[in-house]
């Protein structure tokens, strides 16, 4: 596996140590590409983590496959975020009154709440659950890996990630319909 | 419901995996089913929840990487470009240092008018030769002659006798008031005495002259004497513009030089 491969395959599983790997290895591409654009160097760590994040997103479509070098991959995320950006601040704000200043209505301020006692309830939940159970869920769900992807990064059979994803998830289910957030 | 089926067809529904001819029986199903769509919103919100908290996850590791590396010094500039910079630093100081010997060294020091006229003060010695040979190429008589009174005049300026020649000079003016070669010499005799009101006066007769040849040097040397006399800086100055703009002037350098150190 190539080097550019490991590193994908440690995005995947979210590793730190890839993103490290990333920033040693393109932060400075991107700092020139951003200040060669006309920004700074502050504006260019935020590009950076944007862009990684991105990238992240990135692998996780359906059918992804690295054709080309991450570099490559990365430095157009980079670019097309930088000049989002600009365009963005040349936009000018909102007049008071513009629909998008209406507050929220109470149901829409309720499901809002309820939204982010879910993810903290979730995020809580993934924190107990033990490290191969949290790695299943991360291929299967977020990832949206195959079976028998999961198998062979992890090293098991399809029918044991099958088995173990279905346990993990039912352990979350339990956890939320006890809280009654749902 | 079964569970197990309806888990794995709610994912295959909910992340798109089923053809077309499965969802459409599928949504059919929900319509009749509230629980099997109760079962589709739970799972929805559960895996959205799931996938959002790894996101944030990442995002907080990405961040984390980040405030790491800043605590390295990982974002400071890099090593080769602080030499870089240091090395057009350095250049930037030997150039300005480079300036700054240029200014104080090269560039005319501003002077006082008094000592600017001894720097720039020399009595005409270029032109007196040449009025001297004319005056012997002639041939005239040995007799004192009007020429020979002015040649010999001059041949006690050309020498430094700047007392003697005044002396000739005014003796021969006073015979030829209004010989201009005798008056400018006798000028510069005079400025060369210290006497600079009667040369000044002399100069800028001499100065408006038409027809005069060394008008321009009267220009000069009255400029030259203004600079010794009260008041008369301001006048100065404007002679001295005036033939520092002079191109066949031959002491429009000068002229310019003085300008700048006045």
Redesign the interface.
């Known amino acids: 596996m190539s080097t550019e491969q490991e590193w994908l395959a440690e995005l995947r599983a979210?590793k730190?140590s890839a993103?490290?790997a990333l920033?040693?290895r393109h932060?400075?591409m991107v700092e020139s590409l951003v200040v060669r654009l006309g920004g700074g160097?502050e504006q260019a760590?935020d590009i950076?983590?944007e862009a990684?994040?991105v990238l992240?997103?990135s692998i996780r479509k359906?059918g992804f496959q690295l054709t080309g070098k991450l570099s490559t991959l990365l430095y157009a995320i980079a670019r097309n975020l930088w000049l989002k950006r600009k365009a963005a601040d040349k936009i000018p704000i909102q007049e008071a009154g513009s629909l998008s200043n209406f507050p929220a209505g109470e149901d829409g301020e309720k499901a809002a709440l309820e939204?982010d006692a879910?993810?903290q309830?979730?995020?809580e939940s993934?924190a107990q659950l033990e490290d191969d159970c949290r790695a299943v869920?991360?291929y299967g769900?977020?990832q949206?890996l195959s079976h028998a992807e999961i198998a062979r990064l992890m090293g098991y059979t399809e029918a044991y990630v099958k088995v173990k994803k279905?346990r993990c998830?039912e352990y979350?289910?339990k956890i939320?319909r006890n809280s009654n957030l749902? | 419901m079964s569970n197990?089926v309806n888990?794995e067809q709610i994912h295959q529904y909910l992340?798109?995996e089923m053809e077309v001819t499965e969802r459409e029986a599928f949504e059919a199903a929900m319509e009749k089913d509230e629980a099997l769509q109760e079962a589709v919103?739970?799972e929805q919100?559960?895996?959205g929840?799931?996938?959002?908290?790894?996101?944030?996850?990442?995002?907080k590791?990405?961040?984390?990487?980040?405030r790491?590396?800043q605590g390295q010094g990982?974002?400071e500039v890099?090593r080769s470009m602080r030499r870089l910079a240091l090395r057009v630093a350095a250049a930037a100081a030997v150039i300005a240092l480079g300036i700054g010997i240029w200014w104080f060294a090269l560039k005319p020091q501003a002077i006082g008018p008094a000592l600017a006229f001894g720097q720039y003060f020399h009595p005409e010695s270029a032109e007196v030769n040449g009025i001297i040979e004319s005056l012997i190429s002639v041939g005239f008589t040995p007799e004192m002659n009007r020429s020979d009174s002015l040649r010999e005049a001059l041949l006690r300026y050309r020498e430094g006798g700047y007392q003697q020649a005044a002396d000739a000079l005014g003796a021969f003016l006073q015979d030829h008031p209004q010989n201009d070669t005798a008056r400018f010499y006798l000028a510069l005799a005079e400025m060369s005495l210290s006497q600079y009101e009667s040369a000044a006066a002399r100069l800028a007769d001499l100065a408006q002259a038409d027809g005069f040849e060394q008008q321009k040097q009267a220009r000069w040397y009255l400029a030259l004497c203004y600079l010794r006399l009260e008041g008369t800086l301001g006048p100065a100055r404007r002679l001295l513009e005036e033939l520092a703009e002079d191109s066949r002037f031959d002491k429009q350098l000068e002229a310019r030089e003085l300008l700048e150190k006045l």
Not at chain 2, 61 to 66: F, G, S
């Open positions: 979210g730190k993103y490290e920033y040693h932060f400075r160097r760590r950076f983590q990684l994040l992240v997103q359906p939204k879910l993810l309830l979730v995020t993934l869920l991360r769900i977020y949206n279905f998830l979350l289910r939320v749902l | 197990d888990i992340f798109g919103r739970f919100q559960l895996l929840a799931i996938e959002q908290s790894f996101e944030e996850q990442d995002r590791n990405i961040e984390q990487v980040d790491q590396l990982f974002f890099p």
